[in-house]
């Protein structure tokens, strides 16, 4: 079966933006709104999983929107909404959980890092995230999903999820005149350099909004010479720039900091080594916090400037959700006949 190519992703309102989340996400999302229907969602429901101050919620709503449009995303050309705006994906995510196991969710590496010594004692929410999640995307039967390195195992339970819809409603799904599938098989978009960025502080450690240590961070709305203090405390080694990529096997810190230039610069990273390798650190971090700066400055300014303008950000996520609910409304709808739900 043939389904339009059509994008979805989101990222949760849940602490300040950072730079893993711009690498790994939001500046992945631009060059796909010219090639795809392009949908990006504020995530605000998976952002209570954990307890958010709601005064906090609202804030990092507005937060995230600017930052998509801030980094180059049209609001005109990509669907832009925060996800509680479209009640449909509760409904939907509720029937995932009928079709989703538990076992498939006990399996889950984020819900067992976010839960810890925990979890009895987390909410039922964080354990249904990931069905949730596939609620988000199939609801408009997207085909692709940017995403970083850590949401893989999210996007392959998505995956389990619709193919295990399309089996057990075959026979409704057959009746009702759609071909073998109803839900596509969504797609991963996760490749290139800096798709797991890590704590500045860690190397082991992906980035996180979540990172008690805030030299471990770079937000989106850090000035320069927060940017700077971080890099130059960010923790290396005592060995010079290697020439190739081999050459940063075993040396995390350093993998993960060469991985940090190459997609700033939009270089790979051998090209990164090339010029900076048998250099060391003291030449290294300063090119990279100028070049942290060159591109996230403007994007902070110009996030400061629509998050300052409510009624604005207001509109353009009411026009967003309005566009959402046209794609979602008349496949909930059918979603409801198959599952056998009277009207
Ligand atoms: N360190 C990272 N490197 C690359 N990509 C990352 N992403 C998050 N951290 C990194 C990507 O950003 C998108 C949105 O993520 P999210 O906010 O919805 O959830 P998350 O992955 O759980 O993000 P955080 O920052 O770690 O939040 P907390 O601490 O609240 O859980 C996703 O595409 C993700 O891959």
Known sequence: MSFT???FSGIKPSGDLHLGNYLGAIRRFVPLQDTHETIYCVVDMHAITVWQDPDDLKRWTYEIAAAYIAAGLDPKKSIIFNQSQVVEHAELSWIFNCVA???WMARMTQFK??????????????????SLMAADILLYKATAVPVGEDQRQHLELTRDIAKKFNHDFAKQIAAAGFEDEFFPITE????????RVKSLKDGAKKMSKSEASDLATIYMMDDADLIAKKI???TSDAEALPTEAAGLAGRNEAENLVGVYAALANQSVDQVLAEYGGKGWGVFKPALADLAVSVLAPIADEMKRLVS????????LGDGAERARAI?????????KLVGFVR
């Open 328 to 336: 979602a409304q008349p496949i909930m709808a059918d979603v409801r």
């Open 232 to 234: 130059k405390r960010a």
């Open 309 to 316: 303008d409510r009624g604005e950000m207001d509109r353009i």
């Open 113 to 130: 890092d976010k839960a810890g010594e925990n979890s009895e004692n987390v909410s039922l929410g964080l354990f249904a995230y990931p």
């Open 188 to 195: 991963t978009l996760a490749t290139g350099p800096a798709m």
């Open 101 to 103: 196991r538990m076992g």
């Open 5 to 7: 190519p059509r994008v």
